[in-house]
């Protein structure tokens, strides 16, 4: 097949996997077979467009005309490659773990649970594929929609709640800030492709073009940026499995995938540092960065302090993205795979600890690592990763930031790293500490005896886990393609 | 067949208004039926072949009786009123086949045969209004389907059916009676009746006294009728209490034909120079047109009938047609007359949806409605894509026209007016997500039946047209395209 064909077809999978997802609803067994079946076949298929892209190729097709001159069009490059690769590749481990999941918390609405997730798949295929703007701003649009449900699953009125925050945020940003600044894109460029050295190149005078990508960072809400992150931390409501795949990697990458095709192949990065930059962009990240971290580090409940730790960690994203080098833009490329494999760990652990022993506080955890090892090695880590120390893949990235936030100079980066990574350090290593070194509490009485999660889930967090340590030891590929995009 | 197509200007309204009396006549409700979906399916192709035609050879002129314009009445298609006729023969033929259930669950079968012939007439004034180029002959047509619409609204199955179609009845004349007035100034000043004839001569008078108050006598009548925020106090009662099918068929049509005659009266009889050069006119609707999209928004999140919130929703969405229209350039008249057909689509679909849903649980005010995601899924989420729609979300018909609007407005250098489109559209995430709540949050009331969709007479006719809704989404390029001919039509239709 060619590789414009193999990008179309990744991008039906998921879309046909949800029409068998929903033929088998009432056999869980071959329903699942066919997610996992779906998901091995897009993860091959993506796969196979490596070599294409790795030799220079784009491969690309046109789908349809949606508007007079501006098609919805897909394009295959390496940063898009890369999301692909990851979200379609932790599909197939995520789907372990949720049968795991599911299955034991006896969840209700499985089929839509499963339908919904390789519909937010194909959202985030058509994203990391998409050929111009209008594509991904289709595609993104989609990817809240068909969230909105796992984040709601259980019907709760803490989930509405939730739900309502989710898409406030989520659809508030990107219809009041982000669609305004694709019409505006399309009327100053006449087009909306994304282009090596940047569509608006030459077309824009200094001051309208902050306004511009002030509506584009803040309309792209996927990405977090304060002061609209809120909609992360009420998209904890969902089942854990959600959050793990969606709310650390799918969903949160397409954010900051966004904000780096709009500034690397929008803007343009040269062109963007001539007129004047986006220093103002770095405030806000390097002060996103930080804040969250603050309150990652107050906050008890496990899953809010790993959405925090997320909000940051996309700070950190957007901050490279913003120092304009070369060095920070490859790292921004790297830190979307480093922080995927990292944070989904950390949250298939949550899962884990809320279905064998069921807590969901820090607090609760003292000497839960007697009871549950392999889980909290995984999350030691994640943690480690996070935090960005040797020998796991947290620290690759992080490298490529802070050199490139030092080669251009910024210290107000430097110090945001510098500070984040000791904050994270402070809000992760006491949770490794209490599960393996504090006794457990006893007296409480609540306490009932309980082993490890059920083995899918723990290989599945096992198997990430290891991820981030290979992608440590043999970072080569990554960093290669990484610098591709920064070099155009 | 050269000679049928001659003539197709007029068969177009003729057809219809001659099957309204043998409808009559046989007095049978399924040669009723039979024969309004043989009439509207001929409508439908004539409206595609007349709009096929404008669009090759541009402008077609049709003289009655051969009396030459302007002593005899001209009929004038051109790309725009074509592309309303589609829309208005689209969704009869969409309605039609859907009343033969609904209306009958709602009406009884006895006197169901004169709800067609109504349905009819009022299609065949529609029609008329969009293809007349003569002032007078619009004014018949208005009452024609203004009287017809009256009596199908007083059907409704509530009593206060007949309360709403009286207050349509007093506005509605009131309307009529203010365009009638507005046309006779112009007679008195011109001495014709034809807009083509019109034109030069109004333009001639410039501002004198009484083509000014012509232009506000018909600003006024017309914007009765396309319920022009303020002047849409008859259309909530309206739409919540007529029959199922009439509520889809006047949100998709009726308001529609009144702007489209506004913009015709605008662009090719009072001049473009008077209406938006000498006199705020144009800046007049893109104030009424803000307002409507943020106050009548924000009363349809309140509403307790599912009916009632998609008719105030109405009043906020025809804000951004007359919004593209006020803004009097070639962007601003091709997103509203883009917005005038995916609107319709849009809440001909989701009508039809919520009288579906009505004719399983009984009616559609919101506690009724609770669970009906799982009492009705199909219907339930089909009514979710059309909402999506509403708010313009990428990949609907609603996102086309408001794409198509931010550009206009963007490019006529009015930032402030794209913030009140998008900032407008989360009142519509506001009144959506307030059936999505209700539909998915709440368990079923015991009073519900099994889960189940309506009849598929409801339910084929209502999701064809939700398809469309997300076709014209994806593939709007169509729509867009014709809409601009038709913008340019209007736009040189002055001469």
């Known amino acids: 097949m060619s590789g414009a064909e193999l990008a179309v077809l990744a991008l039906a999978l998921p879309f046909a996997g949800i029409a068998a997802v929903v033929a088998l609803g009432r056999h869980p067994n071959l329903r699942e077979a066919a997610t996992f079946a779906t998901a091995v076949t897009l993860f091959l298929v993506v796969a196979s467009l490596g070599p294409l892209v790795i ?28 999301f692909a690769m990851v979200a379609s590749g932790l599909w197939i481990v995520s789907t372990a773990y949720s049968v795991g999941y599911m299955r034991a918390n006896g969840e209700e609405h499985q089929t839509r649970f499963y339908a919904c997730f390789a519909a937010a798949i194909g959202a985030a295929i058509g994203i990391a594929f998409s050929g111009n703007v209008l594509t991904l701003f289709l595609f993104y649009e989609l990817m809240t929609l068909v969230t909105y449900p796992l984040v709601t699953h259980h019907g709760t009125d803490e989930a509405r709640r939730g739900g309502r925050t989710y898409l406030a945020f989520l659809l508030g940003t990107s219809i009041v800030f982000l669609l305004p600044a694709v019409v505006w894109t399309w009327l100053a460029a006449g087009s909306l492709d994304f282009r090596p050295g940047g569509l608006l190149a030459g077309r824009l005078e200094a001051p309208t073009a902050a306004v511009l990508l002030a509506l584009y960072m803040f309309g792209i809400g996927k990405a977090a940026l304060m002061p609209f992150h809120r909609w992360l931390p009420a998209a904890m409501v969902a089942p854990t499995p959600v959050s793990a795949l969606l709310h650390a990697v799918a969903v949160v990458k397409a954010g900051v995938f966004a904000v780096l095709k709009v500034v690397v192949y929008v803007f343009g990065v040269d062109s963007l540092a001539a007129l004047g930059g986006a220093a103002w962009l770095t405030a806000v990240a390097a002060f996103t960065v930080v804040a969250a971290s603050f309150v990652a580090l107050a906050a008890d409940n496990l899953k809010r302090r790993l959405a925090y730790s997320t909000v940051s960690q996309l700070g950190y994203v957007v901050l490279a993205a913003s120092l304009l ?147 440590f030891l043999f970072p080569g590929p990554a960093i290669a393609l990484a610098r591709s995009l920064a070099g155009g | 067949m050269k000679g049928v197509a001659a003539h197709l200007p007029v068969l177009l309204v003729v057809v219809p208004l001659i099957a309204a009396p043998l409808i009559v006549l046989v007095r049978r409700s399924l040669f009723a039926w039979v ?125 206060r059916a007949l309360t709403a179609a009286l207050q349509y009845l007093l506005l509605g004349t009131v309307g009529a009676t203010f365009y009638v007035i507005g046309v006779g100034m112009l007679y008195v000043a011109t001495g014709t009746l034809n807009f083509a004839d019109l034109a030069p001569r109004v333009a001639a008078l410039q501002d004198t006294r009484p083509v000014v108050a012509a232009l506000a006598f018909i600003t006024v009548g017309i914007g009765l009728k396309l319920a022009l925020f303020p002047l849409h106090a008859w259309l909530p009662n309206a739409y919540t209490y007529a029959p199922s099918a009439v509520s889809a068929f006047l949100a998709a049509t009726a308001t529609k034909v009144a702007i489209y005659v506004l913009m015709r009266l605008y662009f090719g009889v009072l001049g473009t120079r008077l209406v938006f050069g000498e006199l705020p006119v144009g800046e007049l609707l893109i104030a009424l047109s803000v307002a409507a999209l943020f106050i009548a928004s924000a009363t349809a999140i309140g509403q307790h009938d599912l009916k009632r919130l998609l008719a105030y929703s109405s009043v906020g969405q025809i804000g951004y047609i007359t919004l593209g229209l006020g803004l009097a350039t070639e962007a601003g008249l091709t997103a509203a007359l883009a917005h005038i057909f995916n609107h319709g689509i849009t809440k001909g679909a989701l009508f039809l949806l919520a009288g579906a849903l009505a004719l399983r649980l009984g009616d559609t005010r919101f506690p009724t409605l609770d669970g009906a995601g799982r009492t009705m899924p199909v219907a339930a989420f089909a009514f979710v894509l059309g909402g999506l729609s509403l708010i313009g979300v990428p990949g609907t018909a609603g996102f086309a026209s408001k794409w198509a609007l931010l550009t ?87 001469a």
């Open chain 1, 55 to 82: 030799a220079g190729e784009r491969p690309g097709a046109d789908l349809l005309e949606m508007f007079p001159g501006l098609t919805l069009a897909l394009r295959v490059e390496p940063l898009g490659w890369m």
């Open chain 1, 325 to 471: 080098t070369p060095l920070a833009v490859a790292g921004a490329a790297l830190h979307l795979v480093t922080h995927a494999f990292g944070k989904i760990t950390l949250f298939f652990a949550a899962g884990s600890i809320y279905t064998a022993a069921h807590k969901t506080k820090v607090s609760e955890l003292d000497g839960i690592g007697r009871a549950m090892p392999w889980t909290m090695a995984a999350f030691a880590v994640g943690a480690v990763s996070m935090i960005g120390l040797p020998p796991l893949a947290g620290f690759v990235s992080k490298w490529f930031i802070l050199s490139g936030a030092m080669q251009a100079r910024d210290w107000i980066a430097v110090g945001a790293l510098t500070a984040s990574t000791l904050l994270n350090a402070a809000y992760f290593l006491p949770i490794v500490y209490r599960a393996f070194l504090v006794p457990a509490a006893n007296g409480h009485g609540h306490d009932h005896a309980h082993g490890e999660a059920p083995v899918a889930m723990v290989a599945a967090q096992t198997f990430t886990a290891a991820v981030a340590l290979a992608i």
């Open chain 2, 35 to 159: 024969a309004s979906i043989a009439v509207t399916l001929a409508v439908l192709a004539m409206a595609f072949a007349l709009l096929a035609q404008a669009l090759a050879t541009g402008p077609i002129s049709y003289a009655i009786g051969s009396w030459p314009p302007p002593w005899g009445i001209e009929y004038r298609v051109d790309a725009a009123n074509a592309f309303v006729a589609v829309l208005v023969a689209l969704v009869a033929a969409v309605v039609i086949p859907y009343c033969r259930v609904s209306t009958a669950a709602e009406l009884g079968q006895e006197r169901l045969y004169l709800f067609y012939a109504l349905l009819m007439l009022c299609l065949s004034g529609l029609l008329g209004m969009l293809v007349t180029g003569d002032a007078f002959n619009l004014f018949v047509f208005l009452e024609i389907s203004s009287l017809s619409t009256y009596v199908l609204i007083a059907l409704g199955r509530n009593r």
């Open chain 2, 408 to 494: 206009a407005t963007l490019e006529a250098g009015r930032p402030a007016l794209a913030a009140a489109i998008v900032l407008s559209s989360l009142l519509a995430v506001a009144y959506v997500w307030r059936f999505v709540e209700t539909a998915y949050f709440r368990a079923p009331p015991a009073s519900h039946p099994p889960p189940g969709e309506a009849p598929a007479a409801l339910t084929v006719p209502a999701l064809a047209l939700t398809g469309l809704v997300i076709a014209a989404g994806l593939y709007a390029t169509p729509v867009l395209a014709v809409a601009r001919r038709g913008a340019q039509a209007l736009m040189g239709g002055a």
